[in-house]
């Protein structure tokens, strides 16, 4: 069983989410559905007032909670991602740090909300059980992650072009089922798909939020227009389109304690 413990180069990675910060909210379409659904998920459990946007980025969940008239807690990994959530007035208070060590006090937030952030952890048990502790009891937690089998089509086409692991791995269903076994949970497994006239944009559009960073080892291999054609004439099309899927997890815990 993969536990979901992985090694991750945090620097590395608020690095290129730092640099994504400025084009990010105009890229980030499944973001901005999977967090929507988030707070309905939310929405229909809880009415607490006190909210963790943990792995927050530019803050567009942040502020959408603020609207709502919520006390929000903005907190991510990356400083330039942070500054542009400050910049927005996207919450009350800003917090640079990690969401596998949160530097909150126990039972201080009704609410933990992370879209599509955990993905990036080391040690998914681990962060949710950062999660539980930092929710008071009757709270809720609520997080996206992209699972196994997201980017499927970028990794066949690399896979046809040359030898190196071009795209991420993705925790399976299970293993993240597993991880909030010690909790009462719900998981729900569901799939988006994004279709790109050229191939470029499709790439653009993961450069953009920040996602091009690999889990083990390095970007191999600069994108010649050679390499960029191969990659092409390998890619599956759908309609003379190039699809892109996401497989998305959407875990609801309940705070028992
Ligand atoms: C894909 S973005 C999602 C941003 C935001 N939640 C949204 O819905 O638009 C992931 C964010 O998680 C942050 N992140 C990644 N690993 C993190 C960690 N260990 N602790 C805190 N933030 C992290 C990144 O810096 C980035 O801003």
């Known amino acids: 069983m993969n536990l979901g413990i992985k090694s991750v180069d945090k620097q590395a990675i608020a690095g290129a989410f730092g640099k994504a910060a400025s084009k990010y909210d105009s890229v980030a379409k499944l973001q901005q559905q999977t967090g929507e659904y988030l707070m309905e998920l939310v929405q229909m459990e809880s009415s607490g007032a006190r909210v963790l946007d943990a792995g927050c980025g530019t803050g567009f969940f942040s502020a959408r909670w603020k609207q709502q008239g919520k006390q929000v807690i903005a907190l991510d990994l990356a400083s330039g991602m942070l500054s542009h959530a400050q910049g927005q007035q996207a919450a009350d208070y800003y917090l640079q740090g990690d969401i596998e060590h ?23 048990p681990g962060a949710l059980q950062e999660f539980y502790r930092v929710t008071r009891p009757g709270g809720l937690i609520v997080f996206s992650t992209l699972a196994q089998g997201s980017l499927c089509e970028l990794e066949a086409a690399w896979q046809r072009v040359d030898d190196y692991q071009h795209v991420n791995q993705f925790l399976p269903l299970q293993a993240i089922a597993h991880a909030c076994q010690p909790y009462r949970h719900k998981v729900m497994e569901r799939q988006y798909c994004q279709h790109y006239p050229q191939l470029l944009p499709l790439l653009n559009s993961l450069k953009g939020i920040g996602a091009t960073h690999l889990h083990h080892g390095r970007q191999r291999g600069l994108m010649t227009r050679k390499r960029l054609h191969a990659l092409a004439d390998a890619y599956p099309r759908h309609n003379g389109n190039y699809p892109l899927s996401y497989q998305i997890i959407f875990g609801v815990i309940y705070c028992d304690k």
């Open 102 to 124: 949160l530097g909150l006090a126990d039972c201080s937030v009704d609410i933990c909300f992370s879209n599509l952030a955990v993905q990036w952890c080391n040690d998914l």
